[in-house]
């Protein structure tokens, strides 16, 4: 595939990606009986072709971890977030033993969705290793755990990690699992996959947030991107702010593009502030901060239109950092470590 190609390929993801952004409104044209039929079609498509685009530039390996980057935001429901949201705020006090609980009951449910119908069935060693007593006390005295939802159980536990009070998906496990039955996944299965990491994901969240000590176990398994680890502060901040679930919280969509955020990130660099900003990202302590100071400057300035928090959630979609999203919104507020600042305002003013 030549590079004329690859940009047809990159056009024709944008516009998809466009399509099912309810900012475009694009839906509206469609009969309301048909729009959630052509919505899924428009999904699968633009999953199908980010994983075409992300093995042919790969060299046809597939990395699994990328992946799941790559389709999170598209197969992630919303509402799920919304739910858990809500069933936090409804808790008088919230507690490891209730995180627990919530965490058994999305795994259950997700089962009972028969995620695992297309692995081999489980051995009775598997079923045999299930601690009958240890799932027992998260679940209500109504519920039961039969021998199906253990045979099922059995087999999701080949793509868990579990470590001390945290539980995740093992993403190069899952990752393959759905690849190879990948012609026999229908949607539903996919976005209760992705239901269910979100899940696991908020609830790790809440568990750390009690007992900081468990970060270190989820850092053994969900390292940072990449790009968080090398000196490429410009690179990092334009993919960051870029996003299509940032970009969709700016003010002035036909103003503030990718590349009207991209030009401002370059200016920025060039500015008397770029060599301070350069070295504070050679300290890997101050490096997270970086973006979050850039993000919190362009609120303050009016490109982006919505609160702090809501910023930190959308750009967490692609950049699981380490931090909590209210810790992350908090680096936006910093205005002490925001020198430039007024350079920014001025900037947004100008241009």
Not at 48 to 57: A, F, G, P, R
Not at 98 to 114: A, E
Not at 247 to 271: C, G, H
Request: glycine share 2%; hydrophobic share 40%.
């Amino acid at each position: 595939m030549d590079n004329r190609n690859s940009l047809s390929f990159r056009q024709i993801i944008d516009t998809l990606s466009a399509t099912i952004n309810p900012v475009n409104h694009v839906m509206d044209l469609v009969p309301s009986d048909m729009q959630e039929l052509f919505q899924k079609s428009m999904l699968i498509s633009l999953s199908i072709l980010k994983t075409s685009e992300m093995v042919h530039n790969s060299g046809g390996q597939i990395d699994y971890q990328q992946l799941y980057q790559l389709l999170k935001p598209l197969l992630t429901d919303p509402e799920v977030i919304n739910s858990y949201n809500k069933w936090k705020s409804d808790l008088c006090c919230m507690t490891p033993q209730m995180l627990k609980h919530k965490r058994l009951q999305v795994i259950f449910d997700v089962l009972k969705r028969d995620i695992m119908k297309y692995d081999e069935d489980a051995f009775n060693y598997e079923v045999n290793e299930i601690n009958d007593d240890e799932i027992t006390q998260w679940i209500s005295c109504e519920e039961k755990l039969d021998d199906n939802l253990k045979k099922e159980l059995a087999k999701l536990k080949r793509y868990l990690i579990k470590e001390g009070d945290i539980i995740m998906i093992d993403r190069q496990k899952f990752g393959k699992y759905a690849m190879k039955h990948i012609k026999a996944f229908s949607y539903e299965d996919a976005r209760a996959m992705f239901e269910l990491d979100a899940t696991l994901d908020m609830v790790n969240a809440d568990l750390v947030a009690q007992n900081p000590r468990l970060q270190t176990i989820i850092n053994k398994y969900r390292l940072q991107p990449e790009p968080f680890n090398a000196f490429a502060p410009a690179k990092i901040i334009k993919s960051i702010l870029t996003q299509t679930e940032v970009l969709a919280l700016v003010s002035n969509k036909q103003k503030y593009t990718a590349q009207w955020i991209e030009q401002f990130v370059d200016n920025l660099m060039a500015s008397e502030h770029g060599r301070k900003i350069a070295e504070d990202w050679a300290n890997s302590k101050k490096r997270i901060k970086i973006p979050a100071l850039v993000a919190g400057t362009l609120i303050s300035a009016g490109v982006f239109n919505c609160s702090k928090p809501k910023l930190a959630r959308a750009i967490r979609v692609q950049h699981d950092f380490t931090v909590t999203i209210d810790s992350y919104a908090t680096y936006m507020g910093c205005k002490k470590e925001q020198p430039y600042l007024e350079w920014v305002q001025n900037y947004v003013k100008s241009n």
